[in-house]
């Protein structure tokens, strides 16, 4: 669990988005003047904008203590609460006598104790058979544990007299939306009058329909249920960048983070949580607290209906195996995730927009230690704006605002990529680290400081007069070459400036 090595590798990967050709925007002619100095990169970058430049499905976050940190998110896995349960259609119920009892809950075969409806109707209808009235007569029909603004649901309607010799059928609808059912009891009331009198309809004549039934909440006894989520994969491109060397992450995480707005259990299993090696090879990423990767969400009670429980399951490298698999640098990890809704059966609530959310956050806290770690980058360029040019002095300035040393070394390459020339021709420049204080931290005001030079003779200057790329080329090592574990604030920074100075004479490049 090493860091370091990751900012300063990145630190220099970000010079080659700083093409050089935008240095030369301004350039009011195509020849270049002897003497003149020509900026060919001029940039500074802090640990943030480096970081930056990875691809999307990361951000960068800001530990507790100042420590930056890159963090991979799996893809929001979403499930809402209209799957788990559809309120079921339920047809021709009988209303036997003026003062009926109807167990509801062996209708829906459930143990519900409260219900709002957004919608839906309660469907009477009434067999009218020749002859069931004299008279035409108003039936009032209440259905007593349906509750719109704390008053019972009810309807009156008229049905005439029937005198053929055939049943006609007479409906009437009653809206649920914004009803409450109380189902305390499981059971429900309905009562009618027929002109305000008891008098029973014959047997078979009136019954009662739910259809279209759309609920807001349940309370009571949720179903059971039980999902199955998609496979994601989290490409840690991170790691792209690493060649050579040996990098250390200190702190490694994997954080599972739950947000669960079912009032009930939930239980949630990791069926594959995976790292994959760049050889394709899987090595299963393990948690001691979490046996079987199996995780208890919390969930909200009734009386805080509407709300999220959240809560993060952490993987770090004291209770699984992510420190040893982190140091492998795998370029992608793998994960798939089922759930059970209310597993045990437990009294809760349910709500239309009720849902779990899961993130899976790789975090790499830049802290750890590099030794020998290389970085190569290729940026484009054109020397051949100096072809009239004999002599070159090149000069490098640096700012190293980083606890790491950095060796550079830059190659001239023609457009076959074949090497023309080094920009020192014998060692490669040392940056050194950036000086830390008593609490590991470097004061940006104190940034190590180097300027070096490069002369090029007219054989040297004139092989490098085809580069079309310079590649830049970085060993890193922190602290004590390597061995002390260093953390990047988000205030660190470096710059480089790399400028040339030619001339048709060795004069022309002393001034």
């Not at 299993?269 to 899987?282: E, H």
């Not at 400028?499 to 001034?511: E, R, Y």
Request: aromatic letters at 10%; one cysteine or more; proline letters at 5%.
């Amino acid at each position: 669990m090493q860091k370091t090595s990751l900012l300063l590798p990145l630190v220099l990967i970000s010079l080659a988005a700083c093409n050089p050709l935008d240095s030369w925007k301004n350039i009011k002619t195509p020849k270049y003047q002897p003497g003149v100095a020509f900026p060919l990169i001029n940039t500074d970058f802090t640990i943030r904008e480096i970081l930056g430049k990875f691809n999307d499905g990361r951000y960068i976050d800001t530990l507790t203590d100042g420590t930056i940190a890159v963090v991979y998110r799996g893809k929001a896995i979403s499930v809402g609460g209209k799957d788990v349960y559809t309120f079921p259609a339920i047809s021709d119920v009988p209303i036997p006598i003026n003062s009926t009892t109807i167990p509801f809950n062996s209708l829906l075969g459930q143990d519900f104790k409260k219900i709002i409806f957004k919608g839906g109707n309660i469907v009477l209808k009434v067999n009218n058979t020749p002859n069931l009235f004299a008279n035409d007569v108003t039936c009032k029909v209440t259905f007593s544990h349906f509750k719109l603004n704390g008053q019972a649901l009810t309807s009156s309607f008229t049905i005439p007299k029937n005198t053929g010799t055939t049943a006609t059928t007479v409906t009437q609808n009653i809206s649920t939306a914004g009803a409450t059912l109380d189902l305390s009891s499981g059971d429900i009331n309905i009562s009618y009058t027929i002109n305000n009198q008891n008098t029973p309809f014959m047997s078979g004549n009136l019954s009662f329909s739910l259809e279209n039934m759309q609920y807001s909440y349940i309370e009571g006894k949720i179903p059971q249920y039980s999902f199955n989520l998609d496979e994601t994969i989290i490409d840690l491109d991170i790691f792209r960048y690493w060649k050579l060397g040996d990098v250390y992450f200190k702190d490694p995480r994997i954080n599972l983070i739950v947000a669960n707005s079912y009032g009930v259990p939930l239980r949630a299993q990791a069926n594959i949580l995976n790292a994959i090696a760049s050889n394709g090879v899987k090595t299963a990423i393990t948690n001691s607290d979490y046996p079987n990767n199996v995780f208890n969400f919390p969930y909200p009670t009734v009386s805080q209906a509407g709300s999220y429980a959240l809560d993060t399951f952490k993987f770090n490298g004291t209770n699984s195996n992510l420190g040893q698999i982190i140091q492998q640098r795998p370029p992608q990890v793998e994960y798939q995730v089922s759930a059970d809704l209310n597993p045990n059966g437990v009294q809760g609530f349910i709500t239309d927009s009720s849902k779990f959310d899961i993130y899976l956050d790789i975090a790499l806290p830049m802290y750890g230690r590099a030794k020998n770690y290389t970085l190569t980058k290729d940026f484009d360029t054109d020397m051949s704006i100096f072809s009239a040019m004999d002599y070159a002095k090149f000069k490098l300035v640096t700012e190293n605002g980083f606890p790491a040393d950095v060796k550079l070394q830059l190659l001239f390459l023609d457009e076959s990529g074949k090497v023309l020339d080094s920009l020192f021709s014998n060692n490669s420049v040392i940056l050194q680290a950036a000086a830390v204080d008593g609490n590991g931290r470097v004061n940006q005001a104190n940034k190590a400081i180097k300027t070096t030079e490069s002369e090029f003779t007219p054989e040297r200057f004139s092989a490098i007069k085809a580069a079309k790329k310079i590649r830049l080329i970085a060993g890193v090592n922190t602290l004590n070459n390597g061995t002390v574990d260093v953390r990047f604030y988000t205030d660190y920074a470096m710059g480089l400036r790399l400028g040339i100075v030619a001339g048709v004479n060795p004069l022309d490049i002393k001034k």
